[in-house]
C-alpha cells in the first residue's frame, strides 16, 4: 500500500521501536492510533503527535476486539497493524532461588506470542471487510520477534520461546489470511538502542556495541521503523520474518 493509505494501529506505542514506527508512518503521510498499557507515557506520545490513544492489555481478548473497532472508527478505516508491544522476561530455568516459577515463564509467552496473536485475529477479522486494492490487498500484520528466536541466551528459555512461537505461527497465518488478502510479516530485531538499555553501565554497552559485526553498535529505533514501512509498501512481502541486526549471532551468554 501506498505510505498515504496507511491507517495503522501499534501496539507498544508509547515507547520504543512501536513509537519509532508510529513516528515514521506518520512522517509519510499515514495514520496512526497508538495502543499501550502505560497511560501517561501514551497521553504524552499522542499529544506530541497529535493522535489517538487507547490504552489497552493485549492479553485481553474481548478489550483488544473493542479497541481496534474503536481505532478502525477514528481512522476511516484499518489496513495495518504492526505489533510491538512485549517484555524480556529475562531468567533461568534453574535459578539461584530455585526454578523459574510458571508463572513468570507463562506471563512473557502470554504477552508476547499470546498478546501478538490476539491482535492479529482481531485485526484480520476488520481488515476482511476492506475493499480490495491493487493485487486484491486488504491489509497487512506485522509483528516483532526477535534473533532471540534462533539463538536464545542462557536465561532467555521464556523470551526465545514466546519470540519462537511468533516466529512460528507467521506463515501459517499468512497462508490462510492469503484468501482476504491480508498479509502477515515478522520482524526479528537483533540488539537495538530502546529506552530498556537506558542507564547500562558504559562498558557494558561498548561490548554489546562490539558483538556486533557490522556496523558495531545497537540497532536504531528508526531502522526497524524503516523495516516496517518497506514491509508495508513491498506486497510481494508475505509469511517471512526479516532479520534486521548487523549480522550478529548470539552467544550462549
Known amino acids: 500500500m501506498q505510505p498515504d493509505q496507511v491507517k495503522a494501529v501499534v501496539t507498544g506505542g508509547a515507547s520504543g521501536l512501536g513509537l519509532a514506527v508510529a513516528e515514521k508512518l506518520l512522517a509519510d503521510g499515514g495514520q496512526v ?7 501517561a ?5 499522542a499529544a ?31 489496513n495495518a497493524a504492526i505489533s510491538c508491544a512485549g517484555v524480556l522476561g529475562a531468567g533461568r530455568v534453574l535459578g539461584r532461588d530455585g526454578p523459574m516459577k ?6 512473557t509467552v502470554m504477552i508476547n506470542l499470546v498478546g501478538s496473536f490476539n491482535v492479529a ?13 491493487e493485487d486484491n490487498e486488504r491489509g497487512v500484520i506485522i509483528n516483532t520477534a526477535s534473533i532471540a528466536a534462533y539463538e536464545g541466551q542462557i536465561g532467555q528459555a521464556a523470551y526465545a520461546a514466546s519470540k519462537g512461537g511468533v516466529v512460528g505461527m507467521t506463515l501459517p497465518m499468512a497462508r490462510e489470511f492469503a484468501r482476504i488478502g491480508v498479509r502477515v510479516m515478522t520482524v526479528a530485531p537483533g540488539v537495538f538502542h530502546t529506552p530498556m ?24 529505533a528508526p531502522e526497524f521503523a524503516d523495516t516496517v514501512a518497506f514491509i508495508l509498501s513491498n506486497r510481494y512481502l508475505n509469511g517471512g520474518t526479516i532479520r534486521i541486526d548487523g549480522a550478529i549471532r548470539l552467544q550462549p551468554k
Open 102 to 107: 510458571l508463572k513468570s515463564f507463562a506471563t
Open 33 to 39: 492510533v497508538l495502543l499501550d498499557v502505560n497511560q
Open 41 to 45: 507515557a501514551g497521553e504524552e506520545q
Open 121 to 133: 485475529k482481531a485485526a484480520a477479522n476488520l481488515m476482511q471487510h476492506n475493499a480490495p486494492g
Open 48 to 78: 506530541r503527535l497529535g493522535v489517538q490513544f487507547l490504552r489497552v492489555d493485549v492479553t485481553d481478548e474481548e478489550a483488544i476486539s473493542a479497541t481496534l473497532e474503536l481505532a478502525s472508527s477514528a481512522l476511516g478505516g484499518l
Open 197 to 220: 538499555v537506558d542507564g547500562m553501565p558504559p562498558d557494558v554497552y561498548a561490548s554489546l556495541c562490539a558483538q556486533v559485526p557490522f556496523p558495531s553498535r545497537l540497532g536504531a
